[in-house]
């Protein structure tokens, strides 16, 4: 059965295929893609336990990309998912002390970004041959430190495609910051701005929908695209590790078929935890998604009060890729709480434009089932990262650090003793300065790749290839602009007129 997708805002009258929907990234209307019709499917967990990563995710995306042969789906996925890994498993699943973390940073920018952004490459390529697209693609992008990054390397030298990327320039980590102004590739560009990730964000999503723009884009023979999680070839093959996690609980002994799991994701712009919510949808036996978020707690308080405000402080944390108050997926999960009502969907991305805030009905209260929300400070973050390396000789990043002390917080508060999956999104040393100050107990005046040797001296682990390669790598991008200026930032990228 083919899968369709159609606007969050729009008649279900205006349909595009897969192919069609990667292509464009964002609906015409300023919505997002979402299948008319969620597809069926009809996992044998039991089976899939004893395949590899890649086997499953062919399972799952044919699901999504139905317009792909299985010849283009599962080149894709060879080409995805190989030696960049440092880690057969892709994405293997370890247990210290009663939780199991789900490591998702083993690709070749340490960070969960890299399961999504090394396949989308290869699904638009494949997509521009499809749709028979003369137009070189323009991927715009906002990042809050990882997505930038893992697009980049993804994209880099990528025919037919220039990618760039748009970051804050004092909301990253030095080595977050590292890794993408030294990134290599004759179509990548990369441009800090004087503002927060959703200064950023904000302003992609406005030029990707700027009409005149788009013409003199057009004009010029360049079309815009987004590596953002607002990308159906980006959100869906996050889908994947979700199922292949459950997978290898059963193929570990760690539960039976058709035992329920949780999952805590550490949440920032709602993509990562969306696509555990899709594979609920798809049969996964999950019970809860916990949504876990820093200082910046708007999403607690939206699953908490049904009231969703972004006119709040603004928090720069030590988990930087969830220091966001706009979290653009979260439109989707409005779309499905409506009925899969594009006017009232419509109507309260609005309300957030206009007013910053929208308030859910009663009835889309009662709807939210699948959510829990908690949130915690530096403090409890700090001390999460602490007590793991402390008593089980475990090393994890700020925001794997978030997710786990609020998955304690949901056991503590339900109870619920099912088997609780850490959604772990990025290796320590992508924060090494943050980290070493949580197990130490000491602030350290170093940061960057000095902080990671001594990281390195205290915990042993080997330091990813990504990070010591920043040692000899050449700074490429110095660009800084306003987030008023990123039009004419992106006009002199291109050279347009």
Known sequence: METLYRSTRESASQTMTSSQAVLQGLTPDGGLFVPVTLPQADFDFDQLAQADYQTVAYEVLKLFFTDYTEAELKGCIQAAYGDQFDDPAIAPVTKHGKQYYLELFHGPTIAFKDLALQILPHLMTTAAKKNQLQAEVVILTATSGDTGKAAMAGFADVDQTKIIVFYPQAGVSAIQKQQMVTQVGDNTYVVAINGNFDDAQTKVKELLNDSELHAQLAANQFQFSSANSINIGRLFPQVAYYVYAYTQLIKQGQLKNGDEVNFSVPTGNFGDILAGYYAKQLGVPIHKLICASNRNNVLTDFFNTGVYNKNREFFLTSSPSMDILVSSNLERLIFYLTGEDPKQTASLMADLQTKGAYTLTPAMRQAVTEFWAGFVTEGQDQHEIHHL??????????????????????????????????????????????????????????????????????????????????????????????PDAMAAAIKAILKLN
Do not use: C
């Open 389 to 482: 390396y402390a008593h089980h000789h475990y090393t994890i990043d700020p925001h794997t650090a978030v997710a786990s002390a609020v998955a304690k917080q949901y056991q503590a508060a339900t109870k619920d003793q099912r088997p609780m999956v850490v959604v772990s999104t990025a290796s320590p040393y992508k924060f090494p300065k943050a980290v070493l100050a949580a197990i130490t107990g000491q602030d350290h005046d170093v940061d960057g790749l000095a902080a990671v040797d001594q990281l390195h001296a205290l915990i042993k682990t080997p330091i990813p290839a990504t990070v010591d390669n920043l040692r000899t790598a050449p700074v490429r991008h110095h660009q800084v602009t306003e």
